[in-house]
């Protein structure tokens, strides 16, 4: 679960975000939508810990995050960034290990019970037969899900990803989401995602945030819908 409590954060002197309070609950997917620039992944990187120029609370199964040391933060969030590590020698597997970097002992061996959520976290996401496979090779869609597999390696209640479907296809980008669809339900994840394929949000995601600063409007996706709609919002054009 992540909670945040009269949360106000900014970014080069601009307003962002202010007095925002709202819930993302327990085994739930949830879209974070907004205009270009409006501070979707600066609101992101703070969940994550990442940033620390906002004024209220982050809380993260009830716990302030301030709170928590960056090395317990690792055991209860993932996060996804945009970024793809390029390196021509890592294969799918090593990039999923690292998952397990929280849990192993300074010199990093890994242990059956490692190897074991490794190999679950590649099933999960459908890539078992790609584990040997180099990373740079792969596709933007299959890079992105060993990325996931990666942060559900990471065996965390929480996952963050930022955009994870820029520079898919549609088919691609509904397979993803419905992949994380898939995790929140039988997993028991609380997915946060920032996205613009608004119509794929509405309709796999049980809640959408609208990012409009300086709020933060956060609706089951029904509601959303009906929001858009009858505020004649710009975004209700796409549904």
Request: with cysteine; proline share 5%.
């Amino acid at each position: 679960m992540v909670e945040l409590r009269d949360f106000s954060i900014g970014f080069k002197n601009k307003e962002l975000l202010k007095d925002v309070s709202t819930l993302f609950p327990p085994a739930s997917l949830n879209a974070l939508i907004g205009r270009n620039g409006s501070g979707k992944s600066t609101l992101l990187r703070a969940i994550c810990g990442l940033k620390d120029d906002y004024s209220g609370d982050i809380l993260i199964d009830g716990e302030n995050i301030r709170k928590i040391p960056q090395a317990r933060l690792a055991h209860k969030l993932a996060y996804v960034n945009t970024q793809r590590p390029r390196m021509s020698n890592l294969k799918c597997i090593d990039i999923v290990k690292l998952g397990r970097t929280p849990y192993t002992s300074w010199h990093g061996k890994l242990s059956p019970s490692d190897n074991d959520k490794i190999e679950i976290a590649l099933k999960l996401v459908n890539m078992q037969d790609y584990a040997f496979r180099y990373f740079n090779t792969l596709s933007d869609g299959e890079s992105e899900k060993i990325m996931i597999a990666r942060a559900i390696a990471q065996d965390t209640g929480i996952i963050i990803l930022d955009e994870p479907t820029s520079f898919l296809d549609l088919p691609t980008r509904y397979d993803l989401v419905g992949l994380l669809k898939n995790l929140s339900e039988k997993e028991g994840k609380t997915i946060l995602y920032s996205t613009h394929e608004l119509d794929i949000a509405l309709k796999l995601s049980d809640n959408v945030a609208l990012l409009e600063s300086p709020c933060l409007i956060n609706l089951p996706a029904v509601e959303m819908k009906a929001f858009l709609k009858e505020n004649h919002h710009p975004f209700g054009i796409i549904i």
